[in-house]
């Protein structure tokens, strides 16, 4: 335990690498569990009418459904905001134009 904290303490300045990604990776987690938390509550509030000790297939093909579209909206988002970032000129290079 002392060399990490010994380490971390010298390198104030920098950023350990592995500590990068390990927190890039964690990010990733929880925005992918907020993501299904969501879904989740999105899909069951649309889907569920009446809980029950079994799932109608008209339930259950509502949920399938929902999750498809959910995923589908999520991922045009995800490339439509790439998009707009790629399109975007960097700071930087509009500086010197």
């Known amino acids: 335990m002392e060399s990490s904290s010994?380490?971390?303490a010298?390198?104030?300045g920098s950023v350990d690498p592995q500590?990068?990604?390990?927190t890039e990776v964690e990010t990733q987690k929880q925005r992918?569990?907020?993501l299904v938390h969501q879904m989740?509550?999105?899909c069951w509030e649309k889907c569920m009418d009446k809980p029950g000790p079994k799932l109608d297939s008209r339930a259950?093909?509502?949920?399938?459904n929902c999750v498809e579209r959910f995923i589908d909206t999520s991922q045009f988002i995800l490339n439509r905001l790439e998009q707009t970032q790629k399109s975007k000129p960097?700071?930087?290079e509009s500086l010197s134009d």
């Open 6 to 8: 010994s380490s971390s």
């Open 10 to 12: 010298a390198g104030l």
């Open 19 to 22: 500590l990068q990604h390990f």
């Open 32 to 34: 992918f569990q907020q």
């Open 40 to 42: 989740t509550e999105l």
């Open 60 to 64: 259950e093909a509502c949920f399938v």
């Open 90 to 92: 960097v700071f930087s």
